[in-house]
């Protein structure tokens, strides 16, 4: 059975840090290209970043010199650290093993002004 488990959401004031954890199984893992989406309320889900399985990264516009996607493939987890935090990365961030049909449950990222 797949699973994904995404970590290190939480509330942080703008211009702030978190860096976000998914630990997912081997088998989905190991072959895919590994992404953070993302979905704030009342707006459709969104890729952030994805990352090739040996470590290409590609970025949103929106994010670009700001957050870092990053894997270990000797843990099978995938990170996003995320700086310079603004109110518009307020969303649920979710991983997801691209060409799959599985989703994480989401870890909840809040930015306060």
């Known amino acids: 059975q797949v699973q994904l488990a995404e970590s290190g959401g939480g509330l942080v004031q703008a211009g702030g840090s978190l860096t976000l954890s998914c630990a997912a199984s081997g088998s989905v893992f190991r072959f895919n290209t590994m992404s953070w989406y993302r979905q704030a309320p009342g707006k459709q889900r969104e890729l952030v970043a994805s990352?090739?399985?040996?470590?290409?990264?590609n970025y949103a516009d929106s994010v670009k010199g700001r957050f870092t996607i990053s894997r270990d493939n000797a843990k099978n987890t995938v990170y996003l650290q995320m700086n310079s935090l603004n109110s518009e990365d307020t969303a649920v961030y979710y991983c997801h093993p691209e060409t799959s049909v599985y989703w994480g449950q989401g870890t909840q990222v809040t930015v306060s002004s």
């Open positions: 990352i090739s399985r040996v470590g290409n990264p």
